[in-house]
């Protein structure tokens, strides 16, 4: 057995944590407090912010203007406004929008380079200590060191990274996501759970690392009747902050794999939310890797307590309305970007492009 496993991050859980540790926001003089429009308000999580670092005596600038899927211009806005007002470190208040805008704020802070210079390159200096508050259930950016980005010059997401973008502290209460929609709790829940799902299935997963999956998957796995009924009381956003937490510490050590690779497209042209877009892709992937790895996906969908890969794809397409349709040539092209992304290399089965192209295809082709 051979493998590494470093989770730097100091996970405080729970709700109500952040008034009771007041003491963790001590990583700077002046913080530039990262969000989006509404939901860090929303949530009740600024409040609580504003509350902490009040108490500290820390002063703070507020930068609300991350959108969703974060671009290099939305990213470049942010540092100008952090610089401009001498912050020393950052928070994050939000879904993964505003958390990954954050981690490449707090690096561009500190490196005077262009924001489509960090995709692929690990900056010279350490970013700015960075505080991560999710609102959502789903993406596990609050401790991973990824922050996926917006890149119109190449139609597409990318994601960086670096070994200081781990967030020093997270605070993950479940009790922000009771403001979110139907809508938004399943498709962040679902990309939870691809996370879980891809990182137990990549190329570069570890016998330790599968325990933290599974217990995600466990998670997950209890909340599907209340996420079906639309029953989500405290329990189960407890239990899908769990999971999303996990799925960020998994994804942490292997990447993610095709559903990720693919999903992108589906958000960057069809505006898809990025949870929805991994659902929609989820049959094909599990039967595309069953043959691979026959033993795990049997292992899931037990957990899932489906019979089935058919059964599963039913219910994750639970609140979908119509799926996009996609022309040949759009197909062509979200298959060349998929293959493009770092992620394919990590998928159990060997992948080429057309066997993208017959997925895309079976699952959304039919347009003329
Ligand atoms: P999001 O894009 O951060 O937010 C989606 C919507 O939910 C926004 O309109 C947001 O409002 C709203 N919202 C968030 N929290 C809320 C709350 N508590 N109450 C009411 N509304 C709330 O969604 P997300 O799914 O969490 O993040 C998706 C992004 O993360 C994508 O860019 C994806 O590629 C990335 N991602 C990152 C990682 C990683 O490891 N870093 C992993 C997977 C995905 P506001 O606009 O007001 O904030
Ligand atoms: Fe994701």
New binding site residues.
């Given amino acids: 057995m051979d493998f590494n496993f470093n989770m730097p991050v100091e996970l405080v859980f729970g709700t109500g944590i952040i008034r009771n540790n007041t003491g963790k926001f001590k990583l700077g003089q002046k913080a530039l407090v990262v ?6 308000k ?2 009740g999580a600024l409040n609580d912010v504003v509350f902490a670092l009040d108490h500290e005596a820390i002063e703070y600038c507020i930068f609300d203007n ?1 959108i ?3 671009t290099m211009e939305n990213v470049a806005e942010g540092t100008a406004f952090g610089k401009k007002n001498k912050a020393d470190f950052v928070i994050a208040i ?7 805008a954050a981690k490449a704020i707090a690096a561009l802070m500190t490196n005077d380079i262009d924001p489509i210079d960090l995709i692929g390159n690990i900056p010279t200096n350490k970013s700015l200590p960075l505080i991560a508050i999710p ?2 259930s ?4 609050e401790v ?1 060191p ?3 980005l917006t890149v119109p010059s190449m139609n597409t ?1 990318k ?1 960086f990274f670096s070994p200081s973008s781990f967030p020093v502290v997270a605070f993950a209460d479940p009790s ?2 009771k ?3 139907r809508e ?1 709790t399943l ?2 829940a679902f ?1 939870a759970f691809s ?1 879980l799902l891809e990182s137990y299935l990549s190329l570069k997963s570890t016998p330790l690392n599968d325990v933290v999956a599974i217990e995600g998957i466990k998670a997950f796995a209890s909340c599907m009747k209340a996420l079906a009924d639309d029953e989500v009381d405290d329990r189960i956003r407890s239990l899908l902050m769990y999971a999303s937490c996990l799925g ?1 510490i998994a ?1 942490t050590h292997t990447g993610t794999t095709l559903i990720h690779a693919m999903g992108y497209s589906l ?1 960057y042209f069809k505006g898809l ?3 929805r877009a991994n659902t929609m892709l989820m049959g094909e992937y599990l039967g595309f890797n069953m043959e691979h790895e026959p033993e795990k996906i049997q292992n899931v969908l037990d957990i899932l307590g489906f019979k089935s890969i058919i059964e599963a794809d039913d219910f994750f397409n639970l609140g979908t309305d119509e799926k996009p349709n996609l022309t040949v040539e759009e197909i062509n092209m979200y298959t060349q970007l998929a293959m493009g992304q770092r992620n394919v290399k990590l998928n159990p089965r060997k992948v080429i492009a057309e066997d993208i192209k017959g997925m895309y295809q079976r699952i959304f082709g039919g347009a003329k």
Avoid: C
């Avoid at 969000?35 to 860090?40: E, K, V």
């Avoid at 939000?94 to 990954?100: E, H, Q, R």
């Fill in positions: 969000t989006g429009r509404n939901s860090a929303l949530s991350v969703n899927n974060p939000g879904g993964g929008s505003p958390m990954d609102t959502t789903g993406t596990g950016s991973t990824y922050s996926v997401k994601s922000y996501t403001s979110l929609t938004i498709d962040t990309d996370h960020g994804i958000t939310s990025h949870g």
